[in-house]
């Protein structure tokens, strides 16, 4: 598993890799068909479900970053 760190940002994050941005919170994703499901940290549960065209911020104690993802295997990440 790949694994990429804030510096890497703005970035596309395939699935089965991890971005740790600088306060330690990681951002990963599992395919539902078309949507997204967003982890953050170690959760099972999805923060949120992505859809095409949708976002999502993540809010950390060093900034926000935004999550997008499109049709394809991989999300958008960087910060807001």
Do not use: W
């Amino acid at each position: 598993m790949s694994t990429y760190s804030e510096s890497d940002l703005p970035i596309d994050v395939q699935h089965g890799e991890l971005l740790t941005v600088s306060d330690g919170t990681t951002i990963r994703f599992e395919s539902n068909g078309e949507a997204k499901d967003v982890m953050v940290n170690d959760g099972f549960e999805p923060a949120t479900t992505l859809f095409p065209g949708n976002d999502y911020t993540v809010e950390t104690s060093q900034g926000n970053y935004c999550v997008t993802c499109e049709f394809g295997d991989c999300m958008h990440v960087k910060k807001a």
